[in-house]
């Protein structure tokens, strides 16, 4: 069963990356929404704080990179945002 949260965990995480890397490179943050990028991270983190308690080591992984990466994105809108 493990070996399937694995699975998901790397395609999950895989497919956020592509966005922080464009953020990071063109500095556009005009199509990301702070509400949703801080309502995201919070959820990420609660998922985090899950796997640690239920010692779920594919969800540890996942939530690990996903909560830097959404962490990443937050601090890109707020950075780069225009006023």
Do not use: C, H, R
């Not at 998901?8 to 949703?36: C, E, N, R």
């Not at 010692?55 to 990179?65: D, G, L, V």
Request: net charge positive; no cysteine; hydrophobic share 55%.
């Amino acid at each position: 069963m493990e070996i399937i949260g694995f699975v998901a965990a790397i395609l999950t995480t895989a497919a956020f990356l592509p966005q922080v890397y464009k953020t990071w490179k063109t500095k556009d943050v005009s199509g990301l929404s702070l509400p949703m990028l801080a309502i995201f991270f919070v959820g990420v983190l609660g998922w985090l704080i899950y796997g640690v308690l239920k010692e779920s080591p594919s969800m540890i992984f996942a939530n690990s990179i996903t909560i830097i990466s959404s962490f990443l994105l937050l601090f890109f809108k707020i950075k780069y945002q225009k006023n």
